[in-house]
């Protein structure tokens, strides 16, 4: 076994980054397998709480503040969209190693009058002012996670507005009215918010900003403590008032860019005002008559579909008694899915990946032979087709069954530990995400998107909306989607055992965290089978590296909602 490296623990790297950094969580492991009842590992996963189930509508989220929040305003008459932007400034407040103003966001909306999927892309754009030569010269061969050469300008705001624009019904200050609440305030740290804050203690002290912003006395808050963030308040009040123009064109822009400038920065106005989201059509593949559908690049949910595609054609139920070749299989497919991803996606404005063969069955079942069912193999070279030319997850289902299924990160814990100034604001570090190979698809180049781990998930069956989910944590996220799904469709596992069961997460190479609940017996087979055990650095637990999963489902027969919440974090599902 070994121990992962800081630097494989925030950013393993083949020609695009796979690790962010996630956080920790109580482990609450235990043996989930009766050697007497070889198969009841497969269809029977204890766990801690019962699915939420309601008849009106439902939210999801990591934070009971923020999912709260989502039920109050679809009690106010507000629908998915508008509950979406309220819980994402929210979670802003009492998530903020994970999330915020100065982030990015992807989501997908179903609309249940026309029973149409829309993607948005609000990600952002490299700086005008940095490129390949920058780092060429520097001799830099890898960008940095912390510091000012990560930043990319913040996409979510821009995604906020776009998505109430679009489907929500009420303004926005209403919507930011909880978040400034609890800013101006404060509000009571959670146990699992509180851990993952603690470690980055030594980071948010490299600046005097980030010190004063997320330290109290030098220390993080404790369970329980009342966090205040002011600074935060006022920058929400001067974007309830000012919308996008404030963030882009104005004040908020104008404190970022200079604060920036003074501190070996490249941020500037013209970055900020050329700033814009996209709406886009989400790619789908069909996984045992069930339609799968994702976002497209520059995130990396073609790598969920491309794993799917593979694991159609294995004989799940022909391993309910093998557990150990089960996740062997699993792990050997997420091997050869990432290898596509670290060689296609990238931003399709500067290269776009060639979807349709890469998808299609026929290369699925020729990536499927790559796979030994009794060892390990070394990760794969990509598959040769024609070209052509840390985070937060939540969603909601309203009352007329529209959905939102969202996510907001500013990438690794606490981003790129710089804040700009007094606006509260932690800008991210998605710049990491870039190659700087120049001949890599996803290279740094000015104005670029960068390769972006982010990716909410939603699930159709004849048509209608089934389920909509997402599983935050970095390169965790194309694994843990396709987890739920298979221990929802293969396993038959409720909607709340398929989010709590055991995971395995690939690292790269052969290394392949595994979470003690799969029981040492079927960890010593893999090891056995050539998979290395990557073991989490010290003071966190495998759980902590696993990523966390919200789902809301509907019943095709009765309508009712049925929710689940990732007992990894410290959220809870909500219904009225």
């Known amino acids: 076994m070994k121990a992962l490296s800081r630097r494989e623990f925030l950013g393993v790297a083949t020609g695009a980054p796979l690790i962010t950094r996630l956080s920790p969580a109580i482990d609450r492991s235990g043996p989930l397998s009766d050697q007497t009842v070889p198969d009841r590992w497969f269809s029977d996963v204890p766990v801690g709480r019962s699915v939420v189930r309601s008849g009106r509508a439902m939210v999801a989220s990591s934070q009971p503040l923020a999912s709260q929040t989502g039920i109050d305003i679809l009690k106010r008459g507000g629908n998915a969209a508008d509950a979406a932007i309220a819980m994402a400034a929210v979670l802003n407040v009492t998530e903020p190693p994970m999330t915020g ?65 679009r489907y929500g019904t009420m ?11 609890f800013a101006e305030h404060g509000f009571p740290v959670m146990e699992k918010t509180a851990a993952d804050w603690e470690p980055e203690t030594p980071k948010l002290k490299l600046t005097a900003a980030a010190a004063a912003t997320y330290l109290v006395g030098g220390r993080a808050p404790q369970p329980g403590a009342l966090f205040v963030q ?35 920065g490249f941020l500037s106005m013209q970055d900020f005002e050329a700033q814009k989201c996209e709406w886009v059509q989400p790619i789908s593949t069909t996984y045992r008559g069930y339609t799968v559908y994702e976002l497209p690049p ?5 790598t969920a579909l491309l794993l799917l595609n593979i694991l159609e054609g294995v004989d799940v139920q022909a391993m309910r008694s093998r557990p150990d070749l089960y996740y062997h299989t699993l792990i050997e497919a997420t091997k050869i899915a990432f290898a596509d991803r670290n060689r296609y996606i990238a931003d399709p404005a500067f290269a776009k990946a060639p979807l349709e063969a890469l998808l299609s069955k026929d290369y699925a079942a020729k990536r499927r032979a790559l796979i030994n069912p ?16 840390d985070t937060t997850y939540f969603t909601v289902v309203d009352k007329d069954r529209n959905a939102v299924s969202f996510i907001n990160s500013i990438f690794a814990a606490f981003g790129s530990g710089i804040v700009a100034g007094e606006t509260g604001i932690m800008l991210q570090n998605r710049g990491a995400g870039f190659s700087l190979d120049p001949n890599h698809p996803n290279r740094i180049e000015p104005g670029k998107r960068p390769f972006h781990t982010l990716i909410p998930a939603m699930v159709l069956r004849d048509g209608k909306l089934l389920l909509s989910f997402g599983v935050m944590g970095g390169d965790v996220q194309p694994q843990g989607h396709v987890q739920v799904l298979m221990n929802l469709i293969d396993r038959g596992l409720n909607l709340q055992q ?10 790269s190479g052969r290394g392949v965290m595994m979470e003690d609940g799969l029981t040492q017996p079927v960890i010593d087979a893999l090891v056995a089978r050539g998979h290395a055990r990557v073991l989490p650095e010290a003071g966190l637990t495998h759980r902590a590296l696993m990523g966390g999963g919200q789902a809301i489902m509907i019943d095709p027969a009765t309508g009712a909602l049925s929710g689940g919440s990732d007992s990894r974090k410290d959220g809870l599902a909500l219904g009225y």
């Open 101 to 165: 103003l100065g982030g990015d966001v992807f989501a997908m909306v179903y609309s249940a009058k026309t029973r149409k999927l829309e993607g948005l892309n609000a990600s952002g754009r490299a700086p005008r002012a940095l490129d390949l030569e920058y780092f060429r010269t520097r001799k830099i061969t890898q960008i940095p996670m912390n510091g000012m050469e990560a930043v990319t300008v913040p996409g979510a705001f821009d995604g906020w507005l776009a998505l109430l624009d």
């Open 374 to 389: 009794e060892r390990a193999i070394d990760p794969p070279a990509y598959g040769d087709v024609r070209l052509g030319s």
């Open 498 to 507: 398929a989010i709590d069961a055991p995971r395995v997460r690939y690292i």
């Open 171 to 181: 303004k926005l200050a209403e919507l930011l009215a909880p978040a400034i609440d």
């Open 230 to 264: 002011r600074n935060l308040a006022r920058t929400f009040r001067t974007l309830a008032h000012g919308g996008r123009d404030a963030f882009y064109r104005g004040e908020i822009a104008r404190t970022i860019v200079d604060y920036c400038a003074k501190n070996g």
């Open 298 to 302: 520059n995130g990396q949910g073609l």
